[in-house]
T-cell receptor, first 114, second 108 residues
Framework: DGGITQSPKYLFRKEGQNVTLSCEQNLNHDAMYWYRQDPGQGLRLIYYSQIVNDFQKGDIAEGYSVSREKKESFPLTVTSAQKNPTAFYLC?????????????FGSGTRLTVV | KNEVEQSPQNLTAQEGEFITINCSYSVGISALHWLQQHPGGGIVSLFMLSSGKKKHGRLIATINIQEKHSSLHITASHPRDSAVYICAVTYSNYQLIWGAGTKLIIKP
């Protein structure tokens, strides 16, 4: 079955360390997205990519970096510059022209800074 | 001000009750989405609407473009329906505006 795989499900990081969250899809989707969710708030867009080797900042990109070297993969690095990284991170994908197609979501990674 | 407002924020009901969750938005949209998030965090897309009404099993979603309002209904609710239901809208490609979600608890 096609889908999105996010790993790991839970991640603990020491303050000051960079950490990379994995997102892989086998849906042949062109577009991929990273969202952050904080308790009681809606999802906020961190970065998105519409095509390989291209990506755009979302609303809260500061302290994060991404790459899109392969169509199937869109890893997110949470850098030490992110002031409050403890959150739930969701990866999603869609076909191009999102307005006409729905999203597929991963199961998420819960990151805790200790 | 959040451009997507959901109500209620929390809803507790007995098994079998008819459930309605509302979503209002303030900008013209190309599509509205209803999604379900279970306690583990994973999100499932339920519906994508641009007009009218859609039905899938016990779930029904409606949208009124003129009033900028959508509703998600659950008939014959069951404890397994307990989840957070999220409304989101798109008004241009790749711009998705999310509501804060409605936490639904169905008691047996």
């Amino acid at each position: 079955d096609g889908g999105i795989t996010q790993s790991p499900k839970y991640l603990f990081r020491k303050e000051g360390q960079n950490v990379t969250l994995s997102c892989e899809q086998n849906l042949n989707h062109d577009a991929m997205y990273w969202y952050r969710q904080d308790p009681g708030q809606g999802l906020r867009l961190i970065y998105y990519s519409q095509i390989v080797n291209d990506f755009q900042k979302g609303d809260i990109a500061e302290g994060y970096s991404v790459s899109r070297e392969k169509k199937e993969s869109f890893p997110l690095t949470v850098t030490s510059a992110q002031k409050n990284p403890t959150a739930f991170y969701l990866c999603a994908s869609s076909t191009a022209g999102f307005a006409n197609y729905g999203y597929t979501f991963g199961s998420g990674t819960r990151l805790t800074v200790v | 001000k959040n451009e997507v407002e959901q109500s209620p924020q929390n809803l507790t009901a007995q098994e079998g009750e008819f459930i309605t969750i509302n979503c209002s938005y303030s900008v013209g949209i190309s599509a509205l989405h209803w999604l379900q998030q279970h306690p583990g965090g994973g999100i499932v897309s339920l519906f994508m609407l641009s007009s009218g009404k859609k039905k899938h099993g016990r779930l029904i979603a409606t949208i009124n473009i003129q009033e900028k309002h959508s509703s998600l209904h659950i008939t014959a609710s069951h404890p397994r329906d307990s989840a957070v239901y999220i409304c989101a809208v798109t008004y241009s490609n790749y711009q998705l505006i999310w509501g804060a979600g409605t936490k639904l608890i169905i008691k047996p």
